[in-house]
């Protein structure tokens, strides 16, 4: 059976192209048919309402064990200005809402994590110079009267983070 029957070929391939359209987002197939509609203008972001919750996870020792200081800091005029400085609890979180209300805007954010400073005063034997120090993190707030939390996993040689529940 070196070749395939033309017919199942097209099935295939009509398959194939059915299964990717399903996986697309409804209004990038909305956007590509052209009798679509013009896209609803976005809702405008809201402002207060909201709030930014935070929470590390220090993966070199399994579980946050000591405090961690976060500088958070809000993009304005082209400089990312302090919004606040705080540590976290002995379980990686921040003790309450880091910001909320009409004080939690949308816009850019920084939040800069000392790990250096948490793995020393950790004791933890590291190489001079540690590989990260401090460590920022940029992210959006595109909607402030929604719920936002950082969560970040960390060790002296890696991090990443996303937006938790």
Known sequence: MDKQDPSRRQFLAGSLALGTASLLPARAIAADTPQAAAPA???TPAAGGGRLTFHAIDTHHGATIGTLRVELRRLEGGRYQPVKTFDTVKN?????????GDAFKPGLYEAVLHVD?????LGTKLPTPNFLSKVP????????S??????????PW???YYRGS
């Open 117 to 121: 400073d948490y793995f020393a005063a």
């Open 41 to 43: 203008a976005a809702p």
């Open 137 to 144: 993190l940029r992210f959006g707030v595109h909607d402030a």
């Open 92 to 100: 990686g979180r921040s003790d309450g809402a880091v910001v909320e």
């Open 158 to 160: 890696n991090y990443s």
């Open 146 to 155: 929604q719920r936002y939390h950082l969560a970040v996993l960390f060790n």
